[in-house]
Every structure is written in structure tokens, then in C-alpha cells.
């Protein structure tokens, strides 16, 4: 008999098991979209590095400024983008400036030349506020800080925070290699003949793709008979060269020997039932000292084990932060059917709707059938519907949580 486990404790045993993070490695910044920031990046100075115009037009004085009607000042220079004024601003002056050029000893207030009348050397300024269109010294960055921390994962933002800080490079994780296997006999490859009672694998696939997005790296061992010898020699080569290793299919309780045979000879391995649903099944174990899931062969379980276990992992062995994503709020629009004891994933279609008041809200239906096997309940989906153990019975508009696909 297999222990019965819930969704959380199967979580923070893979978790405790995860006890290496990927060694770092230098990357140039424009590589870097997605990968998961090594250490801290520190400011080593101020950006912006001095305080400069934020628009096209005059540097003056705060007390030039006229308290009604317009003044004349004298313009001292003409500053092309780029250049430095040396000068100081005295009363009397302004000095034509671009937006970014730094300002001019003296003078603390621009003015956008649409709001200015120049006339040759000479140009009139109306009344205004004094300080105003000037970006300070270290507003963005004060030098010392952090600024990216790190078990970050780099956006695009990122990227351009780590460029204006003048870094070519970044150190980050390696991606964590994970090895992908279809286990079973009656699975076919796409493309190749599919014989009475084959189905094509898609699980290959579809994880595949779940690494990629994870920012993993993915390499492929196609599809493993149910054969003992077979399936040592693929898993053991599998794990020679990966952090992961994925297979699906095979742990059912009407299969699985094949799979525990395999894994109690090349490291340990256990078979949990988790309480959910999809996906019960599922196997967790060593190949060495690879790591090695053994995920549920339906297409929507193998996904969604993937999203609640092995993601997890792979983030963590990636030196990232979050380990979770963030789950919402929604309002159910059809009743839902639920078993208590389980956590139940139900694919979700969330968008925003006007409520009975009048105001908006979140409201999620579901895709239709909602068999395991159903993969294409997965593409109409852009959320997983997560009713929580203690609940039953979804009635229409009660509040349900959700976790977004992206
Ligand atoms: P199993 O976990 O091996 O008992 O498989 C459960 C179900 O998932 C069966 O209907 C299998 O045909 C199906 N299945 C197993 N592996 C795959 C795969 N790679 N792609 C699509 N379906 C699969
Ligand atoms: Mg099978």
C-alpha cells in the first residue's frame, strides 16, 4: 500500500531532497532574459550621475524666474546633446540645454522651449515654478545599494537596469539539465506509424516545453519500452548527463513495477499518492545522485505534476527565490464538482466581468470535461482552478482561487 500524501507535504519533501544549486556562470546581459541572477548587483554609483534636464530647452536660475509677466535673460551658450557647459549660470543667463545634458553650475530650473520665446542671444521665460524639469543625482540608483538581488530572474527591465549601470555581463545559474523519457509500449512517436491500440506521445512534448519555459534545459530520450533492461540502461544514460530526470507513465498502480524495479537497483525510489486531482500517482526518487520523477502518464497529470513538483525543484536547484507562483482570487460562474479530501486542479478561463453592483470583478468558468486525459482542456485554459481539500461542491458565485498559466 502506497502512503497517501497532500499536495503541500508532497512539495516540501522535494524541496528538503533538493540540496545542490546550479553552478554560476558569466553570460553577457543580452543573453541573459530568464535566467536567475547569481548574487547581488551593487550600484557602485549614482544613476542618473548627476542631476541633468528632464525636457529640450533653458537652464536659469530659480530666481531669474519672473513672479508674473515674462523676463528676459541672455542665452550664454547653445549646448548640443552631449556636450558639458563648464560655465557657471549667472543672473541674468540661460543656457539652451538637451534633455539629459547635465545641468549647469548655477542653475536649478528648465524651461521647455515650447513655453519660451527665443529672439537671437536673448530669450523671454514667463512665470513658473522654480526646480522644476530637473532629474537628481541618484533618483534611479543611489551608488552602494542593491539593486538587483539576487535568486532574481531577469526580465527585460532587468537587463536594461543592469546595462545603465554600464555591466556588460552577468553572473548567473547554469540552467538545470533535465532529461525527458516517454515510458510505454503504447506510445508512438508523431510522425512514425501509430499502430492499432499506440497513441501519439504527447507528454515528450508538452514537458518539453514546461522546462524550456522554466529555464531549464531540455534534451530529449524519446520513448522506452516496458522493458526492465531497456529502461536501466536509458535512465541511467539519461541521468549520466542531467540534473532531472523526467520519465511519464508507469506509475499507476497497475504498472509500476517495472519503474521501482529500475530505480531501487540505481538509487532509491517512492511511490506517493497524492491527494488531488488530477495526477494522483507519483514517483520521486535518485539516479545517483540525479533526481528523477516519475510523472502520472495522462497528459493533463504529467502537466500539472510538472507545474506543482518538478518546477519547484528545478527553480530551486536554479538559485531562484520564488518558489511558488501567486494564486487569486475569482468568482466561480458555474457550479463546480468537488470531493472533499483532495485538492482539485480544474482547467480555468479567468476574465474580467461586471459585477451585480456594478463595479468589476474576476470571474472564472471552466473549460467543459475535465478527464485527465484531456489535453485540449489545457489549451482552452489560461488558469489552473485550485478548490482547496476541506471544500465540496462549487456553488455559482462562491470565490475560488486560481493560479495563471503566465
Ligand atoms: P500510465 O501512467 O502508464 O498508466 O498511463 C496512463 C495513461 O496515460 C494511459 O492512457 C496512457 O496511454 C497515457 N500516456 C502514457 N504516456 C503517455 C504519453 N507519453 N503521451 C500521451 N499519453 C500517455
Ligand atoms: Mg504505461
Known amino acids: 500500500m502506497r502512503a497517501m500524501i497532500s499536495v503541500r ?24 532574459l530568464g535566467r536567475i541572477l547569481a548574487d547581488d548587483v551593487h550600484a557602485v554609483f549614482d544613476v542618473p550621475p548627476t542631476d541633468n534636464s528632464a525636457v529640450d530647452g533653458y537652464a536659469v536660475r530659480g530666481d531669474d524666474i519672473p513672479p508674473s509677466g515674462v523676463r528676459e535673460l541672455t542665452v550664454v551658450a547653445d549646448l548640443a ?4 557647459f563648464d560655465g557657471a549660470i549667472g543672473p541674468g543667463e540661460a543656457l539652451r540645454i538637451m534633455t539629459g545634458a547635465p545641468m549647469p553650475a548655477g542653475a536649478d530650473t ?26 537628481h543625482r541618484g533618483e534611479d540608483v543611489r551608488a552602494g545599494t542593491v539593486v538587483l538581488p539576487g535568486g532574481r530572474t531577469l526580465r527585460p527591465q532587468e537587463l536594461g537596469v543592469a546595462a ?13 539539465r533535465v532529461a525527458i523519457l516517454s515510458t510505454g509500449d503504447e506510445v508512438a512517436e508523431p510522425g512514425d506509424e501509430r499502430k492499432p491500440g499506440q497513441i501519439f506521445d504527447s507528454n515528450r512534448f508538452s514537458l518539453h516545453g514546461l522546462v524550456l519555459a522554466a529555464g531549464g534545459q531540455p534534451t530529449d530520450h524519446g520513448i522506452v519500452p516496458d522493458l526492465y533492461d531497456v529502461l536501466h540502461a536509458r535512465l541511467s544514460s539519461a541521468a549520466a548527463t542531467a540534473d532531472i530526470v ?6 499507476s498502480v497497475g504498472d509500476y513495477d517495472l519503474v521501482k524495479a ?6 532509491g525510489i517512492d511511490f506517493w499518492q497524492v491527494a488531488m486531482q488530477p495526477g494522483r500517482p507519483l514517483a520521486v526518487g535518485r539516479i545517483g545522485s540525479t533526481h528523477f520523477f516519475g510523472l502520472p502518464g495522462n497528459p493533463v497529470a504529467s502537466m500539472l505534476t510538472f507545474h506543482l513538483f518538478v518546477r519547484p525543484a528545478l527553480w530551486k536547484m536554479a538559485g531562484r527565490r520564488e518558489l511558488f507562483p501567486p494564486t487569486f482570487h475569482a468568482v466561480a460562474m458555474e457550479p463546480m464538482s468537488k470531493k472533499p479530501g483532495r485538492r482539485e486542479f480544474k482547467r480555468g478561463i479567468v476574465s474580467y466581468g461586471s459585477a451585480p453592483d456594478g463595479g468589476g470583478r474576476w470571474e472564472v468558468r471552466i473549460t467543459g470535461p475535465q478527464g485527465s486525459g484531456i489535453l485540449t482542456s489545457m489549451t482552452l485554459a489560461n488558469c489552473f482552478v485550485i478548490i482547496e481539500e476541506e471544500r465540496g ?3 455559482l458565485g462562491e470565490t475560488v482561487s486560481i493560479e495563471m498559466f503566465s
Open 9 to 32: 507535504d508532497a512539495q516540501s519533501r522535494i524541496l528538503a531532497e533538493v540540496d545542490r544549486v546550479a553552478p554560476p556562470e558569466v553570460i553577457p546581459v543580452g543573453a541573459a
Open 81 to 84: 546633446a552631449g556636450a558639458v
Open 110 to 135: 528648465v524651461y521647455p522651449q515650447e513655453l519660451v520665446e527665443r529672439a537671437g542671444g536673448r530669450v523671454r521665460v514667463p512665470a513658473g515654478a522654480r526646480g522644476v524639469n530637473v532629474r
Open 164 to 176: 545603465s549601470l554600464g555591466l556588460p555581463q552577468l553572473l548567473v545559474r547554469q540552467k538545470p
Open 246 to 251: 523526467l520519465t511519464s507513465g508507469g506509475v
Open 262 to 267: 529500475v530505480l531501487q537497483d540505481a538509487g
Open 393 to 395: 461542491d462549487v456553488a
